[in-house]
C-alpha cells in the first residue's frame, strides 16, 4: 500500500497533524540542540530560567511547560549538573527553590536559539511569513488555552 493512500484518512484529523507537526519540529530541534548538549526539553527550561531575573520555581516551571513536577526536577538536575542553572531559596517562601541560570547557562542560551531559529525556519521554509505568523498566533491560543493568543503568565 503507497503511503499516501494509508495517510490520506489521518489528513483531516487535527491531533494527528499536529503531533506529526510538532515530531518534526522536536527532531530537527534536538539536532540543532545537540552540540549545546541540550534537548527541547532541557533548552525550554533554560529558556525560562534564563528570562525570569530572579529565577523561577519548579512548580511554576511545571505549570508553564505543561510537564509532570517530577519530570521538571530530573531536568533541572540535569542543567545544574552541567552549571547551566542553580538552585536559590526564595526570598518570600522558604519552602521554594527558584531555578536560576548561572552564567554559563546565559551563554549556552545565547548560542542555542540562533541554531534552533535555524531548525524552525527550516520546518517553516514553505510557508509566508503572514503564515508563519498565523500558525505561532493560532498555535499560542491553543497552547495558552486562551482565545485570545495572549500569555496568562
Known amino acids: 500500500m503507497d503511503p499516501r493512500t494509508a495517510t490520506a484518512a489521518l489528513t483531516d484529523d487535527v491531533g494527528f497533524l499536529l503531533s506529526r507537526a510538532s515530531g518534526n519540529f522536536v527532531r530537527a530541534s534536538n539536532a540543532a540542540l545537540l552540540s549545546h548538549g541540550l534537548r527541547v526539553r532541557s533548552y525550554s527550561v533554560l529558556l525560562l530560567a ?10 511554576d516551571l511545571a505549570a508553564v511547560l505543561g510537564l ?5 526536577v530530573l531536568l533541572v538536575d540535569e542543567l545544574a549538573q552541567a552549571g547551566l542553572v542553580e538552585r536559590r531559596p526564595s526570598d518570600t517562601d522558604r519552602r521554594t527553590k ?3 541560570a548561572t552564567a554559563a547557562g546565559r551563554q549556552v542560551r ?3 536559539v540562533d541554531d534552533v531559529a535555524a531548525a524552525v525556519g527550516g520546518q517553516l521554509v514553505g510557508l509566508t511569513s503572514t503564515e508563519q505568523f498565523l500558525l505561532r498566533d493560532l498555535l499560542g491560543r491553543l497552547a495558552l488555552g486562551s482565545g485570545t493568543g ?3 503568565l
Request: proline share 4%; net charge negative.
Open 50 to 59: 534564563c528570562g525570569c531575573e530572579g529565577g523561577i520555581s519548579q512548580r
Open 68 to 72: 509532570d513536577p517530577s519530570q521538571v
Open 110 to 112: 545565547a548560542a542555542a
Open 98 to 100: 527558584l531555578v536560576c
Open 150 to 152: 495572549g500569555s496568562t
